[in-house]
C-alpha cells in the first residue's frame, strides 16, 4: 500500500512512520509513504493557503485552491481520498480493514479553523478518530495509518494475527500476566500453568467477556 499525507507540517511524520512496526513494515516493502505540502500548490508569492473566514470570526479558513492543487498531484485511478475533521463519520477498526484493502489511501490533514466548505466535494469520505478537538489532523491521519497498517498481511508476526485480535471478536482482551509469578502477593492464574490448551483458552474467553461486560457493555450489544 502507498499512503501520500497532504499536509502543512510534512517533518511531523518520519518519527512516526519510520519507527517501530510501520517502519518495519517500509522495510519489507508492504508500505510507502510521503507527504505533499499545499503550501508548494499555493498561486499566491507569499505562498499563502489560509485566508481569514468570509462573514467574520476568528481564525483563519485553509483555501480550496492550494488544497485541490496538491490532492491532484497524488490521486490516481482507485485512490481513496480522506480528509479529518471532528464533523466526520467515527473510525474503527472496521474502516481500517476496509482501507487495508486499498492501494493508495490519501490523509488530508486540515489545520486552523478548517477548510473551504467546497473542498469537501475532493474527499471521498470525512472521518474523526473521536470527539475531542485537536490542533491539526496530522495525529489523526498517522492513527488512521497505524490502524490500517498493522491490516496489511505481513505487517504483524503471525503470533499477534489481525484478525484474531479484539474489536474484530468484539470483545475486548482477555487479562496477560507474565514473569515473576507472584508479585506483591498477588499470584498468576492457576490455569496458565496447566499445560492444558483447550482449558487455558476456554479460560481465556470467560475472562475476556467477563471484562467487556465490566468495562466496555456497550461493545457487547453490538452485532
Ligand atoms: N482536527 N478527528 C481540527 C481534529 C480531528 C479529530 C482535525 C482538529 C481537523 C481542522 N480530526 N482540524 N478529532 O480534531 O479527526
Known sequence: MRIDFVTLFPDMFAPIMDASILGRAKEKGLLEWGCVNPRNFSADKHRKVDDRPFGGGPGMVLMAEPLEKAIKSVKKKGTAVIFLSPQGETFTD??????????HVVLVCGH?????????????????IGDYVLTGGELPAMVVADAVVRKIPGVLKKEDAAESESFVTSLLDFPQYTRPRVWRGREVPEILFSGDHKKIAEWRHKAAHAATRRKRPDLMSRA
Open 112 to 128: 486552523y479553523e478548517g477548510v473551504d466548505e467546497r473542498a469537501l466535494e475532493l474527499f471521498d469520505e470525512e472521518l474523526s
Open 94 to 103: 472496521r474502516k481500517a480493514s476496509q482501507l487495508a484493502k486499498k492501494k
